[in-house]
C-alpha cells in the first residue's frame, strides 16, 4: 500500500517524466488522502515562489496515485469528484 511520502515521489516522477506541458512543474501541499487514492495537486513551478498562485492550465487537474498499485495519473478538469468517479470505473474495467 502506498503512503503519503511514496504518492508523492510517484507524482513527482509522473511530473518529470510525462510534463503536462513544456514549463516546469512542481507539487503543492501534502497529498490528500481520499480512500482508495492520494490527490496531489501541483502548479507551475515559477508560481510556487512568486505573489500569485495559478491552477495547473486548463484541461490537467491533479495527479492521483492508487493506494494499491502506486499508478499515477493525471485527472482532468472536471469536478473533482466527476474525476475520481470516472477513475475507479477506468480501473475496474482494467486495460
Known amino acids: 500500500m502506498i503512503d503519503q511520502?511514496?504518492?508523492?515521489e510517484?507524482?513527482?516522477a509522473l511530473l518529470s517524466h510525462q510534463p503536462p506541458i513544456?514549463?516546469?512543474?512542481?507539487?503543492?501541499?501534502?497529498?490528500e488522502d481520499r480512500g482508495w487514492c492520494w490527490l496531489c495537486y501541483w502548479t507551475l513551478a515559477t508560481n510556487v515562489s512568486g505573489q500569485t498562485h495559478e491552477a495547473p492550465?486548463?484541461?490537467t487537474g491533479p495527479i492521483?496515485?492508487?493506494k494499491d498499485s502506486g499508478e499515477a495519473h493525471y485527472l482532468g478538469s472536471q469536478s473533482i469528484e466527476f474525476e475520481l468517479e470516472r477513475a475507479a470505473e477506468d480501473l475496474r474495467r482494467g486495460p
Do not use: Q
Not at 5 to 8: E, K, L, S
Open 57 to 59: 492550465p486548463p484541461g
Open 10 to 12: 510517484r507524482a513527482e
Open 64 to 66: 492521483l496515485v492508487v
Open 22 to 31: 513544456s514549463a516546469e512543474a512542481a507539487l503543492v501541499g501534502d497529498p
Open 5 to 8: 511520502n511514496a504518492a508523492a
